[in-house]
């Protein structure tokens, strides 16, 4: 980043096009008044999807623009679109395949130390680790919505927050809601995390207070479907992976030295009606519905125990585990309704009486709000 | 801020030592470790209690050691012992009265814009306004757990923030909840925040908890009063003045141009019980208990419509007011017990249901750790 006028101009290079990486670019574009008033200049200066890279004719000292950045949003939003759509406009160059990581690279190099790069990875790929770990060698800063890049092997993990003041990650765990910025505070002011428990699936947060209301699993998962709230396949939700790899990002970042084996993690359904054994058509029409007993069973012993039941991750000791829990009515978790995401934090100074954040965890506005919020966060190792 | 070995030294000056102050002393000697891990070096260069400065001989290069920190601390915990005690421990200067402000500005001279110096203000004064906009001036960073600073005319808090990124104030609402850091987020991220409610005094919070159990406001004061919960007089809460600074801190952050005169607050007692009309034994032996019935008679009232009556700061439209609300009993505000401080954020992304932050809000152990946090935050500036 560089200052001129006393402005400081951030240049950022995003990775993925995707719901949240097309909101970025809406986000930066709608701020520019408000980052003006506060002498910030976010220059975008190449986007990537899964295949290419649009890349600005003139790096040290361009950025794509704003109808630019909304042409490509334009574009990106019909699937079947390529940035290459964009060449004709002139001012830009265009990497496909294997040139796209090479240039990359030399962007970062160029960029890395003498100014700063914002590498921004929005992907929901685990194919960016190899660029991410050699941009933060070239002196970039990482912004990270993708979550892969932090559940992978603990070496890479390593690599990749060796330096931890230059990659921020808030969006991967509650999307924009202030759960990494949070922790990350409590930590290094000295008062240890000993206690973690959350809810961060949106849509299992929702499934279980429509249960616990008397409804059936396969017709609140049915009908969360049809309003776009589950995976295609909602085997990918009610597997809990999901929920895991935002336990062990959370746990990670308490300083605990574990892998996605170590996550003690609750299916919800059984490995016969798994995605090896059965199509996801097939356990639409049959296994769901062969679930629902079951667990209304559960939710009744909770209840006549006086308590709930909630679908959480749990950090304590040296357990990580991810399912089903039955949790008392009163508490944070217990009370949450609808697909809000809480986190509870218990620590020295929240010992008796946790620590909570609480509210929409999931959708793309937010988490890209949640980027936007790292890549300003960041720029301070700049100015 | 200097590297030596890759590690960043953060020389450090704090005014005040109060709880607060001597706590902070305490989690920097204690969190040593911890900083050395990340390559953080906390210097503590100076401190100042109200009338007097002690400083390092040795102002560039070196911070006193940690024995003599804890030995501050001791010192300081008697009120009736000055700084002046420890100037035979050697390798450190003492300055008096009129000389203080002046070798402050002298050090913030030497240090701000060569390697930086976070000058931490832990008092309750009004008078440390002036060091404070001539430290900004210098290049330091100011870090704040004193209310004062940013609730004084809007010229001198412009001054105050005129460069916001070397400026923090975490603990000033909430103790160390990441009130202040997550406000800053949502707004920086583009998203206007419309609407802040909050329950930001634990004593208030505690009092209207326990009076909607069935005590009586004396009742409950005065035994909140013996556990040392709340101000020698306890007028200092019920009058809300404390909410107010918070609300008016807040109100601010989110770029309201306001002061406190502009600030609605409804004061728990009347004007003829107050401390221009009543000692504070007075108020205690008779003007507390005839406050009882008028609460308890609202306090059913809210409860006859289904609502609970809590103090509160509410920050919406152009108004900013500060006082007993009746709120919706499933609402984050309304489950409120005991003395957690909980502020609820509506914008953009969070619209139907709030970004909520609760845990305990006041305690000098999560106040100082607050003040810590946002000194390793600021110093991302100088790395």
Not at 39 to 58: A, F, K, Q, Y
Not at 127 to 147: F, H, P, R, Y
Not at 166 to 187: C, Y
Not at 342 to 355: A, G, I, W
Request: with cysteine; hydrophobic share 40%; charged share 25%.
């Amino acid at each position: 980043m560089t200052k001129a006028n006393s402005t400081i101009v951030i240049p950022v290079l995003l990775l993925g096009c995707g719901g949240v990486g097309r909101q970025l670019l809406h986000h930066i574009v709608s701020c520019r008044d408000l980052h003006s008033k506060r002498g910030l200049l976010l220059r975008v200066v190449g986007v990537c999807d899964s295949r290419s890279l649009l890349l600005v004719n003139d790096v040290i000292s361009k950025g794509f623009e704003d109808a630019f950045l909304t042409e490509i949003c334009r574009i990106k939003s019909s699937s079947t679109s390529s940035l290459s759509a964009l060449l004709d406009r002139g001012h830009c160059q265009f990497f496909h395949d294997a040139e796209v990581t090479a240039k990359v690279l030399e962007v970062a190099g160029m960029l890395g130390r003498s100014t700063g790069l914002s590498v921004v990875d929005c992907s929901a790929s685990s194919e960016t680790m190899g660029i991410l770990k050699q941009v933060i060698d070239l002196g970039c800063c990482v912004i990270l919505a993708n979550k892969k890049p932090l559940t992978c092997e603990i070496e890479d993990y390593d690599k990749l927050i060796s330096n931890f003041r230059r990659i921020r990650f808030e969006s991967t765990v509650g999307a924009g809601l202030p759960v990494i910025a949070s922790v990350t505070r409590v930590v290094t002011s000295g008062d240890p995390i000993h206690r973690m428990v959350g809810s961060l699936s949106g849509t299992l947060g929702y499934v279980m207070s429509e249960v616990e209301d008397g409804k059936l699993l396969s017709e609140v998962v049915l009908a969360a479907k049809s309003l776009g709230y589950t995976e295609p396949d909602p085997r990918d939700d009610l597997s809990g992976m999901d929920v895991a790899r935002k336990a062990l990002i959370l746990a990670r970042l308490i300083g605990w030295r574990i892998s996605m084996d170590d996550i003690q993690v609750e299916s919800l359904y059984p490995e016969e009606l798994g995605p090896n054994s059965m199509s996801t058509e097939d356990f639409i029409r049959t296994g769901l519905s062969s679930l629902d007993i079951d667990l209304q069973e559960r939710v009744h012993a909770a209840s006549s125990r006086g308590k709930v039941l909630r679908y959480v991750c749990i950090i304590e000791g040296s357990k990580c585990q991810v399912g089903l829990q039955e949790l008392p009515k009163d508490s944070s978790l217990g009370r949450l309704r609808g697909s809000d995401n809480v986190v509870e934090l218990y620590s020295r100074c929240y010992k008796n009486s946790p620590l909570v954040i609480q509210g929409a965890g999931a959708g793309n506005d937010t988490t890209a709000a949640g980027v936007l919020a790292d890549i300003i966060d960041v720029q301070d190792l700049f100015q």
